[in-house]
């Protein structure tokens, strides 16, 4: 949904809110709070179900099968990727609603409205820190980085260390900001994008511009 439309759909939620109030409220936080539950189906339990259709349908065997579910799984890995650069943002919409439905509410309402809140927190957060694994997850091997970028071993061993590193300090910064209740996910998102970008001036000096090209348009530093 692009951001034109969801403040459109907010601002329409916030219209009925205040017109129809606790009402309105209720009807939105049981939308936002189900929608999480409504939707079971794991990264990987997608990728086997298209995986078992175009099997089907093209008849693959299994060497193409192999081959075939490495691209839709890269493929739902770099999707993920993109979502999860805006649901931070996302996030702190739905932080400013609840704040604009909170304004017209009692003192009761509002502690009831907390409580919702919270609770649609904690599961938008578990499902940001899952896409953020499943994007990574699908980030390509070094044998496959190699080969895009027709890499020499002294630059495979250099663009190795540098990656393995980018990672480390990746798996810190989300392990600081997964164990707090109410991880700040825009910061989250700030300092992942501080880490990538040292990685990528980092690969500015052992690659050529041809290659980091190649690498930020064909492999992505999500």
């Known amino acids: 949904m692009n951001t034109a439309k969801l403040v459109v759909m907010l601002v329409l939620v916030l219209v009925v809110g205040i017109f129809a109030g606790s009402l309105g409220t209720r009807i939105y936080l049981r939308h936002e709070m189900q929608r999480p539950q409504a939707d ?20 693959l065997d299994a060497g193409q099968q192999a081959e075939v579910r490495k691209i839709i799984t890269a493929t739902e ?37 907390q409580k919702r809140q ?22 390509p091997d070094m044998e496959t980085i190699s080969r895009l970028l027709s890499l020499d071993a002294s630059r495979r061993a250099d663009v ?25 996910l825009t910061a989250l998102e700030r300092d992942l994008r501080e ?19 190649h690498f930020k348009t064909d492999i992505g530093d999500y």
Do not use: H, W
């Open 195 to 213: 880490v990538r970008a040292a990685a990528i001036k980092e690969l500015s000096r052992v690659l050529t511009n041809e290659q980091l090209g």
């Open 160 to 184: 190795s260390a540098i990656l393995q590193d980018r990672n480390k300090r990746e798996d810190l910064v989300i392990g600081k900001y997964q164990t707090m209740q109410r991880p700040d």
């Open 40 to 59: 079971r189906r794991t990264s990987e339990e997608k990728i086997n179900r298209i995986l078992g259709r175009l099997a089907q349908d093209l008849k």
């Open 77 to 113: 890995a770099r999707a993920t990727g993109l979502k999860v650069l805006y649901e931070p943002e996302l996030k702190d919409i739905y932080d400013r609603s609840f704040e604009k439905i909170g304004a017209k509410l009692n003192a009761e309402q509002k502690e009831q409205l």
């Open 118 to 139: 919270e609770k649609f927190s904690a599961r938008f957060n578990a499902m940001y820190f899952t896409s953020l694994k499943t994007a990574r997850s699908g980030r």
